[in-house]
Each structure stands twice: as C-alpha cells, then as structure tokens.
C-alpha cells in the first residue's frame, strides 16, 4: 500500500463528505492561516537573543553585526551566529543536531532549544520582553 488515492477514490472520496465536513475543513484551514499570519506579521522583530542554560542566563547578544559565540553546555560547546536578523545555533554536540536544523529565530518571543546539551536561544526586544503574558515551566 502506497498510500495513494486511485483516481476514481478522491472522487468517491468527495462524495461521501457532507456539508458540516466541507464547512469543518474550510475553518480549519482559515484557523492555520490566520495563526501563521498572526505570528509572522503580528510579532515584532527582536532586539536581543538571550542565552539560557538550565534556567540561567548564561548571555545577552544585540541583533547586529554578525558574530560566532561559543556556549558550553551539559555535553560541550555549541556555537551560535547572531546576525542582523536574528540568531541560530550553527553547530552543537548533540547526537541529532535538530537545533542546528530549527535555523534562524528573528522574532520576539521565538526560541530554539538544544535540549541534550541544555541550552536556549530566546528572542526579546531592547527591555527585555517577549511579549508574552505568561511563561509556564
């Protein structure tokens, strides 16, 4: 099974919703697209990018000239390139790199974690804040 629809399916496929599914699958996807608006065009661009490790700061970088840190962690030193537009983890020594692969955060309130090695990237305006009204742990 290859998980493909033969081509007279999605046609019986069709048939078989009723209007409550069509009206369903139309507020869902407006659901998506305004919360993929709300946060790219709703959420300001960051000032700073905080690094934390286990719930402490361990530092403060602009969003400016571009620059390579290197952060020890629980397992070893990531690196991370701040820039203009924002900051990322550009190598760390965690087993699956997903960090290194989540790319560049811009936005206040946006983060990237590299749990392994215990460290986040978290993006505030020039006070500090994010914007949000409450954090949960």
């Known amino acids: 099974m290859t998980g493909r629809l ?5 046609a019986r496929l069709w048939q078989v919703l009723t209007r409550a599914d069509l009206v369903l699958i139309c507020l869902l996807g ?7 608006l709300h946060q790219q065009l709703g ?14 700061e361990k530092g403060r970088f602009p ?10 962690g ?10 203009p537009g924002g900051a990322r983890f550009f190598s760390a020594p965690c087993p699956h790199g997903i960090c290194v692969r989540q790319g560049w955060v811009r ?5 990237v974690a590299c749990v ?8 505030v ?5 994010t914007g949000m009204d409450a954090i949960s742990r």
């Not at 400016?64 to 290197?70: A, D, E, I, M, R």
């Not at 629980?74 to 820039?83: C, D, H, N, R, T």
């Not at 936005?107 to 983060?111: C, D």
């Open 63 to 72: 969003l400016g000239p571009p620059l390579k840190v290197s952060i020890e």
């Open 6 to 10: 033969a081509p007279g399916e999605m």
């Open 116 to 123: 392994p090695n215990r460290l986040i990237l978290r993006i």
């Open 43 to 56: 959420s300001q661009v960051g000032a700073e990018v905080v690094v934390e490790m286990d719930g402490e």
């Open 125 to 129: 305006g020039s006070t500090g804040e």
């Open 74 to 83: 629980g397992l070893g030193i990531s690196e991370v390139e701040i820039g």
């Open 30 to 36: 407006l659901g998506t697209a305004g919360s993929f």
């Open 107 to 111: 936005r206040q309130g946006e983060t």
